[in-house]
C-alpha cells in the first residue's frame, strides 16, 4: 500500500459470507480500558493468544521465522500500529505491519437508495503488511508494486481476526484502505465498496482481461499503462474504502437491486485495453532498481 497514491474518502467500504463462524471464539478476551492496549481494550498477551489460536505463529515457527518480537505503538492513539519480527526489530526482519483503530465514519447522500445510517461504527484497518524476508521472488510468484519481499499468505487468517475483533467490539464492520490496485482486487474476495461505481469500475478492469494474470494487472495499472478504450486516456487508480458488514442494514445494502444495477451497468460499460508498448518500457525500467 502506498501512500503516495491518491485516495477518495467520499465513501466508504463490505463482502459475502462470513469468513469466520459464530462459533470461532479464538479466546476469553477481557475488556478493559487504556492506550497502552491493544484496540484499547485488550492486553498483548491477549492479542497474542488469539494469533496461537489461529495458527499464526506455528506458521511462523515452521518457516524458521523464530524467535518472534512483538511491539505496540500507541503514540498516535487511537491508531496504533501493531509489528511481528522475527530475530531482531529492524526493517529486514519484519513480518507483520498493521495500523488499526476503531472510528466512526459518515456517509454522504450519494445515492437516494441509500437509507440508513449516517454514521456507522467500524474496525479501521489503515495499513496491512504480511510479508516474508527469508522467501525469495519466483516466476510462479513475482513481486508485486510496493512488494519489497513475498507475502506471508495470510491474509484469509488476518481477515479473520479482524472480523472476530469487531464482532466482539460490536462494529458494524471492518473497513480497510485498498491503496493499490491490486489491494482492492484482492480484498474483493470479502469486501465490497460502498460505492456501487467504484465496485462497477474494478469489476470491469477484471472482466475486460480475464487471461491476464494479477502481476501484469497489478504493474499495468500502477505504471499508468490501462487505458480507456473509447478515451485513450490514462486509467489512474484512486482508492476509496472497503467494508466487510456485520449489521443486517449494511448487507441489506450490498445485496440490494439498486446498488447491483449500478454495479452491473458500470461493468458493461467500461471498457479498458493494455497498452504493452508503454508497459514493456516501463515496466523494465521500475524492476531494473531491484
Not at 497514491?5 to 463462524?21: A, C, D, G, Q
Not at 509489528?83 to 519484519?94: G, S, T
Request: net charge positive.
Amino acid at each position: 500500500m502506498n501512500k503516495n497514491k491518491k485516495i477518495s474518502h467520499s465513501h466508504f467500504v463490505y463482502e459475502k459470507p462470513p469468513l469466520i463462524s459464530e462459533e470461532e471464539i479464538f479466546s476469553q478476551l477481557t475488556e478493559k480500558k487504556g492506550s497502552i492496549l491493544f484496540l484499547g481494550r485488550y492486553t498483548l498477551e491477549e492479542a497474542i493468544a488469539v494469533l496461537k489460536k489461529r495458527n499464526l505463529i506455528r506458521y511462523a515457527e515452521e518457516r524458521g521465522l523464530v524467535p518472534l518480537i512483538y511491539d505496540l505503538d500507541s503514540k498516535d492513539y487511537p491508531t496504533q500500529r501493531f509489528r511481528i519480527f522475527f530475530r531482531k526489530k529492524e526493517p529486514d526482519f519484519l513480518l507483520v505491519d498493521l495500523k488499526i483503530r476503531e472510528g466512526k465514519v459518515q456517509i454522504k447522500k450519494s445515492f437516494s437508495f441509500f437509507p440508513f445510517r449516517k454514521e456507522y461504527d467500524f474496525l479501521i484497518i489503515e495499513w496491512l503488511t504480511l510479508q516474508n524476508p527469508l522467501a525469495k521472488f519466483t516466476p510462479e510468484k513475482p513481486r508485486l508494486p510496493g512488494q519489497i519481499f513475498p507475502g506471508l499468505g495470510l491474509l484469509k487468517k488476518a481477515f479473520d481476526i479482524f472480523i472476530y475483533l469487531a464482532r466482539l467490539m460490536k462494529k458494524d464492520g471492518v473497513l480497510v484502505y485498498p491503496w493499490y490496485f491490486h489491494n482492492a482486487l484482492i480484498y474483493s474476495d470479502y469486501l465490497y465498496f460502498f460505492n456501487p461505481y467504484k465496485q462497477g469500475e474494478v469489476l470491469a478492469i477484471k472482466r475486460n482481461f480475464p487471461d491476464m494474470d494479477l502481476h501484469k494487472l497489478a504493474w499495468m495499472v500502477y505504471l499508468g499503462c490501462l487505458k480507456y478504450e473509447k478515451s485513450k486516456k490514462n486509467y489512474e487508480w484512486f482508492a476509496e474504502e472497503q467494508i466487510f458488514p456485520l449489521k443486517k442494514e449494511l448487507k441489506k445494502y450490498f445485496e440490494s437491486k439498486n446498488y447491483n444495477r449500478i454495479v452491473n451497468r458500470v461493468k458493461k460499460r467500461l471498457r479498458f485495453y493494455a497498452d504493452w508498448d508503454c508497459f514493456e518500457k516501463k515496466f523494465k525500467s521500475e524492476t531494473d532498481q531491484y
